[in-house]
């Protein structure tokens, strides 16, 4: 008898870029203890899973030749994780394919992004039965910021950031966001914190209390006020050129601009849609940064997308 194959499923699912991340000090477990406000943003990556006698991935799109297709690609990781998890561990026949939007060590969490919608995809293929509560505790292993990406909206995240509590965010804000040409290693931004402030420098941002209370009378002046990255001085610190970045956005007529996460992404939080339009445009020819994005937030994290949502077929690849 022939078995059924179930028709591949395409999740498409946000970036994040973090209004607050207040950095304690390193953990025994290696570890920053952290407190950060989390929004997920409607630039996205979609991806797609199916079964198949060739097990493997494919990346297409935003920063493809830098990602790994290997079992080190966290979107990978989460197969394996969820397989476990069911008692599938043989080799799991499943291809995954990658079509980025989201920058690539971007501080943008595009892979966490991936391994969420991996875990989403996977569910609905093998028709499982299991909540997205139990898909955040196998995320949470695969990295800090994936469970964010699962729930999507404003949250505030704490321990690594993978514990997460909704916060009410009444408005939809406007981003314009600057990709910078090379990304910046997650760990190493972490590290040259560390060594800042063994230094002496830099001081640290405070609660978080305002940015909630701003969220939720919805003005994006008043968050603007507020916007706060403790890993910003270290981001800037290897990468000086983004000071340049920051200034040339809140010049363009951004109401505030902060590094995104561990970089080197710059986020500018704009008045509405149109000045949001009108500063990117203007950053795009002040020649600071590779590439700019007009994005709203906040969006629901990774969902199955299906009708005249249904992905592209891949874009062919050109052998020279
Ligand atoms: C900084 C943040 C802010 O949202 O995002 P990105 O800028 O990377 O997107 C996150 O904390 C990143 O989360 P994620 O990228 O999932 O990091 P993980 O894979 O868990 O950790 C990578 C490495 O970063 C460091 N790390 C990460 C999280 C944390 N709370 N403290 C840390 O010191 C550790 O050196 C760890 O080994
Ligand atoms: N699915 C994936 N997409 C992007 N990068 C990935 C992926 N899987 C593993 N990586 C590796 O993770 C590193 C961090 O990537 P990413 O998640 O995009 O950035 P960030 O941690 O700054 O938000 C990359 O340099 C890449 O080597």
């Not at 892979?111 to 955040?136: K, M, P, Q, Y």
């Not at 080197?264 to 002040?286: H, I, M, N, Y």
């Amino acid at each position: 008898m022939l078995a059924v194959v179930p028709p591949p499923v395409t999740v498409r699912v946000p970036a994040k870029v973090n209004l607050h991340l207040a950095v304690d000090d390193l953990r025994e477990d290696g570890y920053h203890e952290l407190v950060t406000v989390f929004q997920a943003l409607s630039l996205t990556d979609e991806v797609t899973v199916a079964v198949t006698e060739e097990p493997g991935l494919e990346v297409y799109g935003e920063g493809e030749g830098s990602v790994p297709t290997g079992p080190e690609n966290l979107a990978w990781r989460a197969v394996e994780a969820l397989a476990a998890h069911v008692g599938r561990a043989e080799e799991p026949k499943v291809r995954v394919v990658l079509r980025k939007g989201i920058p690539v060590a971007g501080g943008m969490a595009g892979g966490s992004a991936d391994a969420a919608a991996t875990l989403v995809g996977l569910a609905s293929l093998w028709n499982l039965e299991i909540t997205r509560d139990e898909l955040a505790g196998i995320a949470a292993g695969l990295g800090s910021d994936v469970p964010f990406a699962l729930y999507g909206g404003t949250a505030l995240g704490t321990g690594r950031g993978e514990h997460l509590v909704p916060v009410l965010s009444r408005h939809t804000f406007h981003w314009v966001l600057a990709f910078d040409s090379e990304g910046l290693s997650t760990p190493k931004v972490f590290k040259e914190l560390d060594r800042l402030r063994a230094a002496g420098n830099p001081p640290r941002i405070g609660s978080h209390t305002p940015v909630v209370e701003a969220l939720a009378s919805g003005d994006p002046r008043q968050l603007a006020l507020l916007l706060g990255n403790d890993l910003q001085a270290a981001a800037v610190s290897l990468r000086p050129e983004l000071r340049r970045t920051l200034r040339a956005g809140v010049n363009a007529g951004a109401l505030a601009g902060t590094v995104s996460g561990s970089g080197p992404t710059c986020a500018f939080l704009c008045e509405d849609a149109q000045s949001a339009v009108e500063v990117a445009a203007e950053l795009s020819g002040a020649g600071v940064c590779r590439t700019v994005r007009v994005a709203h937030g906040p969006v629901p994290g990774a969902r199955v997308v299906g009708g005249d949502d249904a992905p592209r077929p891949a874009p062919p690849r050109v052998h020279a």
